[in-house]
């Protein structure tokens, strides 16, 4: 079966500090992968998409940046956060076309705050 | 760009009894797929029910079914004799046709369902 890890589950750092938060997906391949954020008491927002290694497409302009060195891996990052990136992070990843109608499937999700 | 829209903040509801969610969406896509995911306190997402646009018949995932009006661009949620265990975020969802760049989620702004004893 497949399962989607992603870590730390949560993260207190200072401003102007780098950022990487990782996100590895098993018993699947080729995945398309995200990374939404969402803001306390709010709805998600699309930060990046991947549908294949190397390949990102950015939603937003803002601060941060994705990578996706291997095929199941899907890094956030940021070389200096800002007070605004503070949010809860969710990753997750869907199966290809072959499965039309197959929906998102997250992971736990990553509490940054950014102090 | 696809936008969704639930205009309910909180819905408040007694044990055992029913609440109706609201989600609207804005397309211009005749192929497309809406869901509606669940948020508990521990603030996993977990998928509640999906429903396809070109099929007219509403979805049913054992208590939650959905009223899809495609004319209206309408997908309400609906949680029957609801539990304790409801109680959580819901998001409506959008995504484009298959072959749409990335097959994107679009989410709305989220209800919070409290269930009362």
């Known amino acids: 079966s497949q399962t989607i890890h992603q870590w730390p589950a949560t993260l207190v750092q200072p401003v102007g500090s780098p950022l990487s938060l990782e996100c590895t997906v098993e018993g699947t391949s080729n995945p398309n992968l995200y990374w939404y954020r969402q803001a306390a008491g709010r709805g998600l927002q699309l930060l990046f998409y991947s549908v294949g290694i190397g390949q990102i497409s950015s939603e937003v302009p803002q601060n941060l940046s994705a990578s996706r060195p291997q095929d199941r891996q899907f890094i956030l990052s940021s070389k200096k956060l800002l007070l605004s990136d503070s949010g809860f992070y969710l990753c997750?990843?869907?199966?290809?076309?072959?499965?039309?109608?197959?929906?998102?499937?997250f992971g736990n999700g990553t509490r940054l705050t950014v102090t | 760009a696809q936008t969704v829209t639930q205009s309910q903040p909180e819905m408040s509801v007694q044990e055992a009894e029913t609440v109706t969610l609201s989600c609207t969406y804005d397309t211009s896509e005749s192929d497309y797929y809406l869901f509606w995911y669940k948020q508990p306190p521990s603030r996993q997402m977990i998928l509640v029910i999906r429903?396809?646009?070109?099929?007219?018949q509403n979805a049913t995932e054992n208590r939650f079914s959905v009223n899809f009006q495609k004319a209206a661009k309408s997908f309400s949620l609906k949680i029957s004799d609801s539990q304790l265990g409801d109680a959580a975020m819901y998001f409506c969802a959008y995504r484009s046709a298959p072959k749409a760049a990335g097959n994107k989620l679009t989410f709305g702004g989220g209800t919070r369902v409290l269930v009362k004893p």
């Open positions: 429903q396809e646009a070109y099929k007219q």
């Open positions: 997750a990843w869907r199966g290809r076309d072959t499965i039309l109608f197959s929906p998102l499937h």
